[in-house]
């Protein structure tokens, strides 16, 4: 199963890139990760940040490395692109660009409207804070018996027992913030 790092301000607190740079590379040292996200819409220094995030992801030779709705640095750092569920409409730009593509999804409809995307997060699997009812793995296993899209269970997922659970469904792989900060 896919391991799928999203990176909030948790990471960094102070904004500090230097923080930032020690912070993610204690995560690495210490988890797998086959994907990597940079997701931050509140500090001001974002492109500094981005720069010391894909230096890491570089020295840690982490190939699928991603920035969270910010289309135009894709491009230009020649990075994958996670899409937020009210970007949809962006989906066949991003694909023009050549950018590997994941979107964010929470119902069966919004998995549908992604058609043309490379893989999706599913949410929230478990309890997270102001994200709505966890959906489970069984609905899980029912959403993924309804597609053949590359998924990735979000939401909630802090512990290895929730990651067997996932495991045991056959999901693509999971993604997550708080399980790699522990």
């Known amino acids: 199963m896919k391991s799928y790092l999203i990176i909030d301000k948790s990471f960094y607190k102070s904004g500090s890139s230097s923080e930032f740079k020690k912070t993610l590379e ?9 994907y990597i996200c940079f997701r931050d819409k509140e500090s001001q220094n974002i492109e500094e940040l981005i720069k010391v995030f894909l230096e890491v992801a570089h020295k840690f030779k982490i190939e699928n490395i991603l920035i969270n709705s910010y289309i135009d640095l894709a491009i230009k750092y020649q990075t994958g692109i996670h899409l937020t569920s009210q970007q ?3 989906i066949d730009y991003c694909k023009k660009n050549n950018l590997f593509t994941i979107c964010s999804t929470h119902s069966l409809e919004e998995i549908k409207k992604c058609s043309r995307a490379d893989a ?3 949410s929230p699997i478990f309890s997270t804070p102001n994200k709505g009812e966890p959906k489970g793995v069984e609905h899980l296993k029912d959403i993924l018996s309804k597609t053949d899209k590359k998924i990735f269970a979000l939401g909630g997922v802090i512990s290895q027992k929730q990651i067997e659970l996932l ?7 999971f993604a997550s913030i708080r399980y790699f900060l522990t």
């Open 167 to 173: 495991k045991e469904s056959s999901v693509y792989g």
């Open 26 to 34: 204690s995560i690495l040292n210490s988890h797998r990760v086959d």
């Open 88 to 90: 949809f409409d962006k």
């Open 120 to 122: 999706i997060t599913y």
